[in-house]
């Protein structure tokens, strides 16, 4: 049989990875892309450019909230497996825009898990869950399946509903539905909105010399941050069981946005020294004494998630998924995109240059 993947949120960083992945597996990949004034397919025009394109890989416009387009696009393609990547994926901007999050991140994965019930045949599903299902608390780390839920953003709790209307389907259909627990997983690819990308995004203007200095929220938060094009692997290996479970895929290893911070700016040979504590927290360039960092209470969020570090042994034990990219390689690489992509050089002929 023909391997027909149908992926939401093909425009992402996850979906572009998977597309990549897939395509070099010899799959037809079907994207559903919404329909904006303004295209909004930088990280897939690689592909968008190749020979793959309306031979292999097919793009499709539609949006997860419309059950309609849905059910359509599902029973056109037969697909043999549906990845559901599409979310309003911010925590932060959730509790700004809360019932858009609860359409599109909740209720459209039950729209699309009936468009493969009465549509799909044999489709394996992929839901994209999410560590924001576990609230943060330091007491129960490492997460892991059977950690309990305590979503602490609208974004968290629609994530919640998709977890277990996903495991609905599963058991009350006999449907072939996972869902991948995906702690933090980050790359070049990353949205600019979150916080390593407007990391390693704002050093490399500060160099270029046009911003003056990092403003970040909570810098105790605690994360467990991987390579997202490992995660893509994990995703796809979840849908060659025998039997659909639930799996976690993390690093088991934790930093702050702090650490991360002075990982990125030490990429370009800048220690950070720090002084104060909470609102009064800034970083300064110890060599120069130049302020880098302050701390801007704006970004802060109603409700903090403190402390999230996964616990992947399940899938590693299960699905022989393991990580590639270390958090130093990983910070290594998105400093460089940035940094040759803004300042126009890497960050060792920018180090070079300093000497």
Request: charged letters at 25%; aromatic letters at 12%; glycine letters at 8%.
């Amino acid at each position: 049989m023909k391997n027909v993947a149908l992926i939401t949120g093909i425009t992402g960083q996850d979906g572009s990875y998977l597309t990549e992945f897939l395509l070099a597996k010899g799959y037809d990949v079907h994207g559903l892309v919404r329909r904006h004034s303004t295209l909004n397919t930088e990280r897939i025009e690689h592909i968008i450019r190749s020979d793959y394109h309306k031979v292999k890989f097919f793009l499709h416009f539609a949006d997860v909230t419309d059950s309609s387009n849905l059910m359509r696009l599902v029973a056109d393609i037969r697909p043999t497996e549906v990845y559901n990547l599409a979310a309003q994926s911010h925590v932060g901007i959730s509790f700004e825009v809360p019932e858009y999050t609860a359409e599109a991140t909740g209720v459209s994965t039950l729209k699309l898990l009936e468009a493969v019930r009465v549509n799909g045949g044999n489709c394996r599903f992929y839901q994209a869950s999410t560590s924001e299902l576990y609230g943060g608390f330091e007491e129960t780390a490492p997460q892991h399946e059977k950690t309990p839920f305590y979503p602490k953003s609208p974004y968290g709790a629609a994530k919640v509903y998709s977890y277990w209307v996903t495991v609905n389907y599963r058991e009350s259909y006999d449907m072939y539905a996972c869902n991948g627990i995906l702690f933090n997983h980050e790359s070049p690819r990353r949205g600019e909105n979150f916080v390593t990308r407007k990391i390693t995004i704002a050093i490399a203007k500060m160099l270029a010399g046009t911003q003056e200095k990092l403003s970040l929220g909570n810098m105790n938060a605690m994360r467990d941050w991987g390579f997202a094009g490992d995660y893509v692997e994990g995703m796809w290996l979840m849908l060659r069981q025998d039997k659909a479970d639930d799996y976690v895929l993390a690093t088991n290893e934790g930093h702050t946005v702090r650490e991360f911070t002075e990982a990125a700016f030490a990429e370009v040979g800048i220690k950070i020294r720090w002084e104060g504590e909470g609102l009064l927290e800034k970083g300064y360039d110890q060599e120069s004494g130049k302020l880098l960092v302050d701390v801007n209470p704006e970004f802060y969020r109603p409700a903090e998630v403190e402390y999230l570090l996964g616990n992947p042994a399940k899938a590693e034990k299960e699905l022989g998924w393991k990580r590639t990219v270390d958090f130093k390689g990983l910070v290594a690489m998105m400093m460089e995109a940035d940094m040759l992509a803004i300042a126009g050089i890497t960050p060792t002929e920018y180090k070079e240059r300093k000497k």
